[in-house]
């Protein structure tokens, strides 16, 4: 039974804004291009020695240079601009709209400089992290695809390569986020064969849904070619913690609720983790925040993670 | 003004001045007092008051120069409420957001006086500006209550205390914001019934401004929320929630968004024109309110006053078009 942590870690604390500061000050045209990417590696740096110094076993680099989940992406790929603001699912966050504007190439580097870096900083092991297909397709304006089936597998060809590029540069493991697959369950047939493309690639995955309660999926989930899913048991009203025993991957349970600041006791924590190691065993159960933890003030994303990390080890799983 | 056409308004903040800004930080960091930086915001609201005077906009609001955040104002005033730290909402920009740490509880009227102060600045009149009840609930954390639909009815009371006090100090029209209203919507029901209590006493004209969601998603049930107006973001999106109306018809007055506010360059005055024109294909230009997409408090002042300039001048167009098409009937009048 192994915690790890899913999508990306405040960026900032209300004691540490070196980042906002100098994103800033960038903005204004007082930090060049090279500085501003000195203060995210230290920021990087600050938040991967957070997560290690928690305990968290299996971290990712916090994700500080993302914008927002599909923006490394939108940037880097051809066929791809950045278009208005829109809402990211039902949170009071923002994402620039993808649009894609012609056929979707990438040379699969664009998060390997990244990784690597991680990799020297951090202690324990490290996973990396690509933007699920469905919820990119789903969530991009579409100007060169006919349709959602073109568009999405389209989107998987181009993450397999950021697969592949990352498996080459030392990763073990990628989260898969897939916000999109609970959103709408009618089209899991679309990312199936779309995570499907990107098993090929050779890394193991792991497919991460949150935001939506998972329950309408859970039998179609089985049939997913990856080594995990991870599923909110916390935020929402479900009953899949009663039905674990149907999944046959690794199961990263999300039991620190990422988007409420009421932090959960270590009772009602070994509660779910117990009730959990009912229907599956010790070895098939990671714990983790429902979802990203940059929902939170970073106070209590800190405070979150300590009775995560807490309450696996007083359910007896991991040692101290 | 009554028998103009095509009234223009705005969605309610603006640029805030240098100054206020610089006053604002010294005030976080306590080298600058509640009272000098209250006299400030109050000169900011003026020059607003006049700004909008002089672009000849219909329908005033006093800009919001005194909030930052249109949940944590009311949140920092309402009893129950505590700011949390830092989140992040897109981009570099961060905010304090609320949690409802215990029952909600409204100790005294929270908008009134700016009300108050800046409609004895002008004979046009001046919106009453407040944040809808399912607004206040999705953009906070909620510790206290048991249901969402718990915390937004509760949430709901305090937001008609205000909005009442607001009716009887003056006000004519009442914008009560719910941005988040699509953010989940399965949940649009709790969105109309909260805004039913905050409206059920009033007899003030009620608007509702929606931005940033899947409007599609809560349309036509959203014409069920009970209030006069629905203000919408529609330059944003190229207009195609106006494609929605060709099925269900729009039932209300449309406050329209005809200039993007995230942007820092302004539409021309051709294209803002065409968006009215656009519009008017469903509502009437007696309903039809041309404005800025959504409030402009991330533009500075000058950008706010060009974005506004091109609204006015947009309008000044269609009127006059309007005006040529019914000629016939002024001369028979």
Redesign the interface.
């Known amino acids: 039974m192994k915690t790890t942590v899913i999508g990306a870690y405040p960026k900032i604390s209300d004691e540490h804004q070196d980042l906002r500061r100098a994103l800033h000050r960038h903005d204004r045209g007082e930090l060049d291009a090279e500085g501003l990417s000195g203060v995210l590696d230290e920021s990087t740096r600050w938040a991967i020695g957070e997560l290690d110094w928690v305990g968290v076993d299996v971290i990712n680099d916090g994700q500080l240079r993302w914008d927002d989940m599909l923006a490394p992406f939108a940037r880097a790929w051809e066929g791809c601009d950045r278009g208005p603001l829109e809402r990211f699912y039902d949170n009071n966050t923002y994402f620039r709209q993808p649009v894609i504007t012609g056929p979707i190439a990438t040379d699969g580097k664009t998060l390997v400089r990244d990784f690597e870096f991680a990799r020297t900083v951090a202690r324990g092991q490290l996973k990396a992290a690509v933007c699920g297909p469905l919820t990119f397709a789903t969530l991009a304006e579409d100007r060169h695809y006919r349709s959602l089936w073109d568009r999405t597998l389209a989107v998987a060809d181009a993450i397999a390569s950021e697969i592949r590029g990352l498996g080459a540069a030392g990763a073990t493991l990628v989260d898969v986020e897939e916000p999109a697959l609970v959103a709408h369950p009618e089209h899991f047939a679309i990312a199936r064969a779309a995570i499907e493309r990107l098993a090929a690639a050779g890394v193991p995955l792991a497919l991460q849904t949150y935001f939506f309660p998972a329950d309408p999926l859970l039998d179609a989930l089985t049939a997913f070619p990856v080594a995990q899913i991870g599923i909110d048991v916390r935020s929402r009203e479900t009953h899949v913690l009663d039905k674990l025993s149907t999944l046959r991957q690794t199961v990263v349970l999300g039991i620190v609720d990422a988007r409420n600041t009421r932090v959960e006791t270590e009772g009602e924590l070994v509660r779910t983790i117990e009730a959990a190691l009912k229907r599956i065993p010790a070895e098939y159960l990671w714990l983790a925040p429902t979802t990203g933890l940059e929902y939170l003030p970073h106070d209590v994303a800190v405070q979150k993670l300590r009775s995560l990390v807490t309450a696996a080890r007083a359910a007896g799983g991991v040692k101290a | 003004m009554s028998d103009q056409v095509l009234l223009t308004t705005t969605v309610g903040s603006f640029g805030k001045p240098d100054y206020l800004q610089k006053a604002r930080n010294a005030n976080a960091r306590g080298k600058l007092g509640e009272a000098e930086l209250t006299e400030l915001e109050r000169r900011a609201t003026e020059e607003w008051v006049r700004r909008q005077e002089r672009l000849d906009l219909d329908i005033l609001v006093d800009g919001e120069m005194y909030r930052g955040d249109m949940v944590a104002y009311f949140a920092e005033r309402l009893e129950g409420f505590r700011l949390?730290?830092?989140?992040?909402?897109?981009?570099?920009r961060?905010y304090h957001?609320p949690?409802i740490a215990s029952p909600v509880r409204r100790p005294k009227p929270m908008t009134v006086d700016w009300f108050r102060f800046t409609q004895s600045l002008t004979d046009r009149p001046v919106k009453g500006m407040l944040t809808g009840p399912y607004t206040l609930l999705?953009?906070s954390?909620?510790?206290a209550y048991r249901t969402r639909r718990d915390a937004a009815l509760a949430l709901a009371e305090v937001v008609r205390q205000e909005a009442e006090d607001l009716q009887a100090a003056g006000a004519r029209y009442i914008q009560i914001d719910e941005p988040?209203i699509h953010?989940?919507p399965e949940e649009i029901d709790i969105a109309i019934e909260a805004m039913g209590v905050v409206t059920q006493n009033l007899r003030a004209k009620t608007i509702s401004h929606i931005c940033?969601?899947?409007f599609a998603a809560i349309y036509p049930k959203v014409l069920d929320l009970p209030v006069d107006q629905l203000d919408l973001a529609m330059a944003?999106?190229g207009y195609r929630w106006l494609e929605l109306f060709d099925r269900d018809r729009f039932t209300k007055e449309l406050a329209i968004g005809i200039v993007?506010v995230?942007s820092h360059q302004t539409e021309s005055v051709a294209t803002a024109a065409e968006g009215i024109r656009r519009g008017l294909r469903y509502v009437s230009k007696e309903r039809l309110l041309p404005h800025p997409d959504c409030g402009l408090k991330t533009r500075t002042v000058e950008e706010s006053e060009e974005k506004c300039r091109v609204v006015v001048e947009a309008t000044k167009v269609v009127r006059s078009e309007l005006a040529r098409q019914a000629t016939p009937a002024k001369t028979a009048r």
Not at chain 2, 86 to 92: E, I, Q
């Open positions: 949390g730290g830092l989140v992040r909402s897109y981009g570099n961060y957001k949690i999705d953009w954390y909620n510790e988040a953010a989940r940033y969601g899947d944003n999106y993007d995230h």
